[in-house]
């Protein structure tokens, strides 16, 4: 189970066990707990959980991963890399959280200066904040 | 002036003469105009064509069950007229959720306050749906504990445990969804296509099931097990709402294959369905005295 999330903010949720082939456009919250395979869109937060398998592109304001996922993400906001996410591709995005574990194979491309944008700037796993 | 409808499909004897006994409320509110029985939704359409040709009755109410409204809120499409809706009998889980009921003393002053909303009526191959489509567990849970007026759905321990042992043996079935570009495979207990649903609490995010938000809401259970009823233990407060029980999607259409033809359940009637249909929903599609 995708950890840590409130699946009542999830409005739709592709749970474990489901098969996803071709495109797909969500208005709200997704989390995504089974395989797709093809490109998501989301107008919201897109929540891939340790059970996702994606192979695909991403389009979000927000992704968080957990699960695994092949293939380019475009975030307007905030990507996150939980500690079991393995991520294979080009990450495009404002803000980047990692965890220690998470694997990510391919560049990262910050779209903005956080700064410009008045938002903090993202920290390393232990690093305080001033 | 009011025009009911009775179905007698659904109002029984015994429920006639609850019936009987709402007439005179009806009459003191200055209501009734007419009161037509039908027996098929054939003899509805005509009822309502040759009234709304009348021009005579600015609203037309349904006596029956929650098929009967859907039959008539398609009958009454392309008029937009207002409805009225006493829900009579075991099958009205959308006039319960819209907060109706027949009882006494109740019906006629909700008929005459014409408070008005509009609601989503979804189209399932010919049929007009209101409260929505079970296949597989949780059809067979609508039957086995069916809830009753005025009670909440789950209260009980007894019940949730019931129930959840009932889905652990249910038979799971294979169900492709076309979601426009895509397609979803899956292997389920359950399918359920709703538009207004007290089980929604239990089973869906948030537990919000609008039947006013313009999009059908699809549900897919997993197929229960051992491990997923012990978590169910832990956790009661949702049976299902977690990704690795269920699936849920808003959308506005969609097009069902199943592997193979299987029961299918509309506002709580089985009705005969192949093996591929397709579901819309027309929002914003009736207007209800509520």
Redesign the interface.
């Known amino acids: 189970?995708?950890k840590n999330i409130d699946?009542?903010?999830?409005?739709?949720?592709?749970?474990?066990?489901?098969?996803?082939?071709?495109?797909?456009s969500f208005s709200?919250n997704v989390?995504i707990?089974?395989e797709m395979e093809?490109n998501v869109t989301v107008v919201g937060t897109l929540v891939l959980?340790e059970?996702a398998l994606l192979t695909g592109g991403i389009d979000a304001k927000n992704v968080q991963v957990q699960g695994t996922v092949k293939g380019k993400i475009k975030a307007n906001g905030l990507v996150s890399l939980s500690a079991t996410a393995h991520v294979s591709g080009e990450i495009s995005c404002t803000l980047i959280s990692i965890q220690e574990g998470a694997i990510l194979e391919g560049k990262v491309a910050m779209q903005k200066d956080a700064k410009q944008m008045g938002m903090p700037e993202p920290l390393m796993d232990g690093e305080d904040s001033k | 002036m009011y025009l009911f409808l009775v179905d007698l499909r659904s109002v029984t004897d015994e429920r006639y003469r609850y019936w009987e006994r709402l007439i005179p409320e009806l009459h003191a509110h200055h209501l009734m105009g007419e009161i037509r029985e039908v027996e098929s939704n054939a003899a509805l359409v005509q009822v309502v064509a040759e009234s709304l040709k009348k021009a005579r009755y600015k609203t037309i109410v349904a006596v029956g069950d929650d098929a009967f409204l859907a039959a008539l809120a398609g009958a009454t499409l392309e008029a937009g007229t207002a409805l009225g809706y006493v829900p009579l009998g075991e099958r009205c889980a959308f006039g319960w959720a819209a907060d109706l009921s027949a009882t006494p003393g109740m019906v006629g002053a909700k008929l005459a306050g014409r408070k008005l909303k509009t609601f989503d009526l979804f189209r399932i191959g010919r049929w007009y749906v209101v409260d929505g489509l079970h296949i597989g567990y949780l059809r067979q849970y609508v039957e086995n504990f069916r809830p009753t007026e005025g009670m909440s759905l789950g209260k009980s321990w007894q019940r949730l445990k019931a129930s959840a042992l009932f889905w652990q043996q249910t038979e799971k079935f294979t169900v492709e969804l076309q979601?426009?570009?895509?397609?979803?495979?899956?292997?389920?207990s359950s399918l359920s296509i709703l538009n207004a649903a007290r089980l929604g609490s239990r089973c869906i995010?948030?537990?919000q099931v609008s039947p006013q938000d313009g999009l059908l809401s699809v549900l897919?259970l997993?197929p229960g097990s051992a491990a997923t009823w012990q978590k169910l233990l832990q956790d009661p407060g949702?049976l299902f709402?977690?990704?690795?029980?269920?699936?849920?999607?808003?959308l506005k259409e969609c097009v069902v294959r199943l592997a193979q033809a299987l029961p299918v359940w509309v506002d709580g009637q089985e009705v005969q369905m192949g093996r591929e249909f397709g579901v819309r929903v027309i929002a914003s599609a009736f207007r209800l005295i509520v």
Do not use: C, F, W
């Not at chain 1, 699946?7 to 071709?22: A, E, R, V, W």
């Not at chain 2, 979601?179 to 389920?188: F, I, Q, W």
């Not at chain 2, 709402?241 to 808003?250: F, G, K, T, V």
């Open positions: 189970m995708a699946s009542d903010q999830y409005p739709n949720i592709l749970g474990q066990g489901t098969k996803l082939k071709g495109e797909l709200e989390m707990d089974g093809g959980g059970h | 979601l426009g570009e895509a397609e979803l495979r899956a292997t389920v995010p948030g537990g897919l997993n949702k709402a977690s990704p690795e029980r269920m699936s849920h999607l808003r």
